[in-house]
């Protein structure tokens, strides 16, 4: 079957302009995971899901961040008043569930924030 | 903050096993070692995890110490599609599913 789809694959914004990265996991997927990798930097994890809650936010740099899902299936990460620091690959995956943790991850949105 | 250390770099001729080790000292009992690798401009991809046995499947083996401090990921015939950054995870299932990449090793391998 089909993996993690993400959408768009490339976007170009301008400072403080919002912006929406949208993420369809696997199919009959519970887990949802959202992370970001800057530049020359490591993977970093951001918001995680199990069905459509959120029990860890911890990762969110700030409150310009927040992501939702719906119908415990497509997930949408909002960016709002994008800053250039915001610049970066943005990467979501998904597992059968949470304690199965093989994660199977989309190829990213590049996300440039000029 | 990453639980484990690993080389930044190292190389590996075609067709040679790639012996990529990771060092997780503190690791707690309950505490899994993952690997993950990203080769270029792709997401990760998960390649095999470990407790306190070996283990094998069609991609690599997992040799863990049996102090559990370390570990050595295994690619038996490295291929030129093996270049990657391959990052090794000491995951605790207390944490949600949270996946905390370290630097990795960037493994190149030469023809």
């Known amino acids: 079957g089909a993996g993690v789809s993400q959408s768009p694959s490339n976007k170009v914004t301008e400072k403080g302009k919002d912006v929406e990265l949208r993420c369809d996991p696997i199919?009959?997927?519970?887990?949802l995971y959202w992370y970001r990798q800057s530049l020359g930097q490591g993977l970093e994890f951001l918001i995680y899901?199990?069905?459509?809650?959120?029990?860890?936010k911890s990762g969110l740099p700030s409150d310009r961040f927040s992501a939702e899902r719906t119908g415990g299936s497509v997930s949408t990460l909002t960016i709002q008043r994008t800053q250039q620091e915001d610049s970066a690959v943005y990467l979501c995956?998904?597992?059968?569930?949470?304690?199965?943790?093989?994660?199977?991850f989309g190829p990213g949105t590049r996300l440039t924030v000029l | 903050d990453a639980k484990t250390t690993q080389p930044p770099s190292m190389d590996c001729a075609e067709g040679r096993a790639a012996n990529l080790p990771c060092n997780h000292s503190?690791?707690?009992?309950?505490?899994?070692v993952y690997w993950y690798r990203q080769i270029h401009s792709q997401g990760p991809q998960y390649i095999i995890h470990?407790?306190?046995n070996n283990e094998t499947n069609e991609m690599a083996s997992l040799i863990i110490t049996e102090d559990r401090k370390s570990s050595t990921l295994i690619l038996p015939h490295a291929t030129l599609r093996d270049t990657a950054v391959y990052y090794c995870?000491?995951?605790?299932?207390?944490?949600?599913?949270?996946?905390?990449f370290g630097q990795g090793t960037e493994l190149s391998v030469k023809p």
């Open positions: 995956a998904s597992s059968l569930r949470q304690d199965y943790n093989e994660q199977f």
């Open positions: 199919s009959g997927h519970t887990a």
């Open positions: 899901f199990q069905g459509n809650s959120a029990p860890d």
């Open positions: 503190t690791i707690s009992g309950n505490e899994y």
């Open positions: 470990g407790l306190k």
């Open positions: 995870i000491v995951y605790n299932y207390n944490q949600g599913g949270k996946l905390i």
